[in-house]
């Protein structure tokens, strides 16, 4: 991962994620040792640079990862904002993990379950698009994932009785 160049009060920090950890400086900082709250489904540590305290920003359903300094993201420059999903999204996670108990169990079912899941997160909080689109995106996404996960278990079927 690119490390983050961050200047406060004139001295510059470089700030790496490793794993469990964040490197500025070359001094390791352990996330448990950090003070983190939580905001929705991200996981905020605060990390103390100078006089300042940068927030690190941590999604543990897609794996994102952000240095927000004065609620500018560090890597872009631009206005940061943790984007949660909206309530109705729920519904749509729901549906996703019936799949697993209603038609494909298994390793597979959870894995499809699972990439749903993060395709249903991803649209839900794209707000460039009108709430409209994103209902639509997500019940298409519920079908394609349940047609193909019906596929899968018919093309096993037919292979196993064949």
């Known amino acids: 991962m690119k490390p983050w160049n961050v200047v406060v009060d004139g001295k510059q920090y470089e700030v790496k994620a490793k794993g ?4 500025v400086n070359g001094e390791t900082n352990k996330l448990k040792t950090l003070m983190s709250k939580k905001e ?20 543990n359903w897609v794996g994102g990862v952000k240095l927000v300094m004065d609620g500018v993201d560090c890597a872009t420059g631009k206005p940061f904002t943790a984007k949660n999903p909206p309530k109705w999204t729920y519904v749509f996670l729901v549906i996703h993990l019936l799949y697993i108990l209603f038609l494909m169990g298994g390793a597979l079912g959870v894995l499809m379950a699972f990439v749903g899941m993060m395709a249903t997160i991803s649209v839900s909080c794209n707000t460039n698009m009108p709430v409209g689109v994103r209902i639509l995106l997500n019940i298409g996404i ?9 596929g899968i278990v018919y093309l096993v079927g037919g292979l196993i009785g064949a």
Do not use: S
């Not at 929705?40 to 999604?59: D, I, R, S």
């Open 20 to 23: 469990g950890k964040l490197v």
């Open 40 to 59: 929705g489904m991200w996981k905020v540590y605060e990390l103390p640079l100078g006089a300042k305290k940068a927030q690190y920003y941590v999604n």
């Open 142 to 150: 519920l079908v394609a994932f349940a047609a193909a996960d019906v």
